[in-house]
């Protein structure tokens, strides 16, 4: 058997909540503005207060709404593979399974915690939500959760990408959102960087100041982040907690669970349920795989900085390359923002969580070999995972020894061709963000005292 599935009840009717389990508590948000910490009234005009409850609760558990169920049945639970062609492929000894988060509707984990997301807000009697995205698989999570509970939704998606991916475009568009290729004039904190850079590509930074803007000068509108907040990575963990249950059916335990690291969602969503058998002393790494040109996680700082451009979010503390990071423009694969979730970066810190990065071109030689093998073709985001897991095989047969590889395939990549067709054409180039980069913007973090 290589394919294990769990029948629609099986479906977690809690989200796992990791805040409980921290050897040390995260460290307050701070407002951008008086640097104190942010409390309820400070977010609630981006958030609703179910969500706000959710972004600072230490139960261990959060139950998920029947209708938020009864939507994400329509694709959950997803499957576990034995990736038995990929091990063939590899000659590894090493058992290599992954959780096939490609067969939602958009295509990837992202509607798990968009569905929640919207239910809240509709029930707060919202409106209208802002959004910002980067290759679009955020944006078109939202647009489709959103119409289905009756909601506008406005994405404001970087520019370089609403150039080089119209069929999300569409995607968003056909499930009824209306999509903005940011900077835009609407917006002063657009409109301030096209002051200075009218031929600016944008970057999630940007994106997000724009939605921040938007939500918060409306009064019928909140505000949807697809990664990074607590309550976004807690709503992913319906991925970890399926895959435990299908782990014991495959009579396996991994020796690893690995996950592509952008902000941070995905990789929690995997990891997380784990981080207990972790702490109770069982075995287990956690790993996540970023790109060597965004490389948050392993060249970022831990410190506090803002979540956007412009400085309109609260200051965090977490890995960051800074706030006025500019991705190469050269890089394919997605990843792209400056900063990681708190809870990821605390976890790293502590030392619970291991973290690599890869450049692009050996990452998508491991879309490849997954694509031929096991037939999915992997997003681009997905691919650091895949690479990571190649890299676990190649280590464990180096060492002479067994090893089971549990990794995320966090979505597909259907609408991520001309990435492929750039690769395959030799087009595309490594790039290593240079450590001198990340040290010049770090005089530029607000200054903070706790
Ligand atoms: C397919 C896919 N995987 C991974 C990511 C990275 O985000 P996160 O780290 O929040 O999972 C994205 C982000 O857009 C994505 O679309």
């Not at 903005?180 to 970057?203: C, F, H, Q, V, Y």
């Not at 990821?344 to 879309?367: D, I, M, N, T």
Request: aromatic share 8%.
């Amino acid at each position: 058997m290589t394919r294990w599935t769990l029948s629609p009840e099986k479906i977690p009717s809690a989200w796992f909540n990791v805040a409980p389990h921290l050897p040390r508590p995260l460290d307050p948000p701070l407002h951008p503005g008086t640097r104190e910490p942010v409390g309820p009234a400070d977010l609630a005009p981006l958030f609703p207060t179910a969500l706000i409850e959710q972004e600072v609760s230490t139960e261990p558990w959060i139950d998920v709404p029947g209708e938020v169920l009864d939507i994400l049945r329509l694709w959950r639970p997803t499957p576990l593979v034995r990736a038995v062609r990929l091990e063939r492929a590899l000659g590894t000894p090493a058992r290599i399974y992954f959780k096939d988060e490609s067969v939602s509707p958009a295509g990837s984990h992202k509607p798990n915690t968009a569905v929640a997301q919207a239910y809240y807000n509709a029930k707060a009697g919202v409106k209208r939500l802002a959004t910002e995205t980067g290759a679009g698989q955020w944006g078109s999570s939202l647009a489709y959760a959103g119409g289905l509970f009756g909601l506008e939704v406005t994405v404001y998606m970087v520019k370089i990408s609403y150039q080089q991916k119209p069929y999300r475009r569409s995607m968003m568009q056909t499930w009824g959102a209306e999509v903005l290729a940011s900077p835009t004039n609407r917006t002063n904190a657009g409109r301030a960087i096209l002051e200075k850079d009218p031929d600016s590509r944008g970057s999630l930074g940007i994106a997000i100041s724009e939605a921040v803007e938007d939500a918060a000068s409306r009064e019928d509108t909140k505000y949807a982040l697809g990664s990074v907040l607590n309550h976004v990575c807690t709503h992913q963990t319906v991925i970890g907690l399926e895959a435990i249950e299908q782990m014991k059916l495959a009579g396996e335990y991994p020796d690893v669970v690995i996950g592509a690291h952008g902000g941070g969602s995905n990789f929690a969503g995997i990891a997380f349920p784990f981080l207990r058998d972790k702490i109770n002393g069982k075995e287990v790494r956690l790993l996540a795989a970023e790109p060597a040109s965004c490389p948050t996680l392993t060249k970022g700082v831990y410190a506090f900085d803002y979540g956007d451009t412009a400085g309109l979010t609260p200051i965090v503390k977490m890995h960051t390359l800074g706030h006025d990071f500019m991705p190469p423009g050269i890089h394919a694969g997605g990843l792209r923002y400056h900063g990681a979730s708190p809870l990821v970066s605390k976890l790293v810190h502590e030392g619970l969580v291991e973290a690599v990065a890869y450049a692009q071109r050996p990452c998508f030689e491991a879309a490849i070999t997954f694509a031929r093998t096991e037939g999915i073709i992997p997003a681009p985001e997905s691919s650091h995972a895949i690479k990571a897991a190649v890299e676990e095989a190649k280590k464990a047969d180096a060492e002479g020894k067994s090893r089971v590889i549990l990794f995320n395939l966090s979505g597909h990549g259907h609408f991520d061709l001309a990435a492929y067709d750039a690769y395959l054409a030799g087009d595309l180039e490594d790039y290593e963000y240079p450590r001198e980069a990340v040290e010049q913007s770090m005089a530029k973090l607000p200054k903070v005292e706790l």
